[in-house]
């Protein structure tokens, strides 16, 4: 069996996604998720003119040699475009293996570790009345964990907070920007966390998105200021390009912390993992090097009894989502999978095998990874540029959005 051709797809219903498709010479294809949010066509670029005229030829079957090829064959290692582009091609071969097999993937990886993969659900308001409404309706659709953020008093557009029915940082035309308060974020997110407690109890797993937003003794102020409350665990409370930089937070803090959805490699997370100074790795399949790479990211953290929660946005397409569950299903240091559900749009140009119910979602029995796209619904949906916003503090200083 040879790769016969491959193709990249760059569509938008709803939002902005790249999906490589990769054929072999017997006719069966796989497909993996090249989505970069903002960046997408440098992506498509990176398939197109560099990636796949050295697929061609190549027998689909040797993944490991092909996931070195892109990535020490380049010379020029890592980065988010790179390995993107290397993700998007891993999880299509992965997805070719498997359907040859006639398997779904994760007994390709090494059969279940678990009947179901917990997710977590993302509660959003206005302010902390609002937020309590959307938690509520998350628990009763089911869901044992809850992400929660909330408006801020005195600050708008604040990271997490919907302006309509689903939340969607990228907004088109050039990037927007907003204005933050870390005294006033300080201030105000233990209110949040202490009203939810007293409204529905200790039972539901809550989590919190700081996305990069604070200093490190920062960081630990607030993480134990959210002691009582019992969080599952604090979010990218502090950017991560210095790991040594935890070791403050875990001086004065013991919720947890998880950290990762930005990180490319094994290298941006070595010294986080080795000096245990977070509880999850947050890494995704298409920013991490696909399956190949995750596999080796999460059995590091086994060693140090850290666990696995991968990004799950709706900045990552059906094809991520699906894949990652397989991979969730398998990896014995699993955590728990961020959900968010992708707009009917998405659903239609994307379906899947992969399914939700009473708090646990299950990839499908479907030879593959369970994940398709139909091209010609997909070609009814351009590209559509569209920008991240940007922060800066109250007196104009550019801050980490």
Same mark, same amino acid.
Do not use: K
């Given at each position: 069996m040879k790769i016969h051709s491959a193709s990249v797809i760059v569509t938008s219903p709803g939002r902005n996604f790249v999906t490589l498709k990769i054929v072999t010479d017997d006719g069966v294809y796989g497909i993996g +998720? &090249?989505? #970069?949010?903002? @960046?997408?066509l440098a992506v498509a670029s990176y398939l197109n003119d560099h990636v796949i005229p050295c697929l061609i030829g190549r027998d689909p079957h040797q993944i490991e040699d092909i996931w070195q090829y892109l990535y020490k064959g380049a010379y020029w290692r890592r980065g988010p475009v790179t390995m993107a582009a290397i993700a998007a091609v891993d999880t299509a071969l992965w997805d070719i293996k498997a359907k040859v097999a006639g398997l779904p993937l994760y007994q390709l990886l090494g059969g279940r570790s678990r009947a179901g993969v917990m997710v977590y659900a993302h509660a959003n308001g206005r302010d902390v009345s609002e937020t309590l409404d959307r938690v509520g309706e998350y628990i009763e659709k089911g869901y044992k964990a809850i992400r929660a953020q909330s408006g801020i008093p005195g600050l708008d557009g604040v990271y997490g907070v919907a302006k309509g029915k689903f939340y969607e940082p990228a907004t088109k035309g050039l990037p927007q920007e907003s204005t933050w308060s870390t005294e006033r974020y300080l201030d105000f997110v233990p209110t949040l966390f202490e009203a939810l407690r007293v409204k529905y109890g200790m039972e539901p797993h809550l989590l919190h998105d700081v996305h990069h937003r604070l200093t490190p003794i920062e960081a630990a102020r607030l993480g134990k200021a959210l002691e009582p409350? @019992? #969080?599952?665990?604090?979010? +990218?409370p502090t950017p991560a390009e210095n790991q040594e930089a935890f070791r403050l937070i875990r001086q004065h803090t013991v919720t947890p912390v998880a950290v990762g959805e930005v990180f490319n490699t094994i290298w941006d997370c070595k010294t986080l993992i080795e000096e245990q100074l977070?509880?999850?790795i947050r890494a995704s399949l298409v920013h991490a090097g696909g399956i190949t790479h995750l596999r080796r990211i999460a059995d590091l953290a086994a060693l140090y009894q850290i666990r696995t929660g991968s990004h799950g946005a709706t900045d990552l397409s059906p094809v991520c989502m699906g894949a990652a569950l397989h991979f969730d299903l398998w990896v014995p240091n699993f955590g728990i999978q961020e959900h968010m559900a992708h707009c009917p749009e998405t659903d239609e140009v994307f379906p899947h095998a992969y399914s939700f119910k009473g708090g646990y979602m299950h990839p499908g029995e479907v030879p593959g990874h369970g994940v398709d796209i139909d091209e010609k619904l997909a070609a009814k949906y351009p590209y559509n540029p569209a920008? #991240?916003?940007? &922060? @800066? #503090?109250?007196d104009g200083t550019l801050w980490n959005w």
């Open positions: +998720d &090249a989505t #970069l949010n903002g @960046r997408e409350y @019992r #969080l599952f665990w604090m979010e +990218d977070i509880d999850y920008y #991240l916003p940007v &922060a @800066r #503090l109250e």
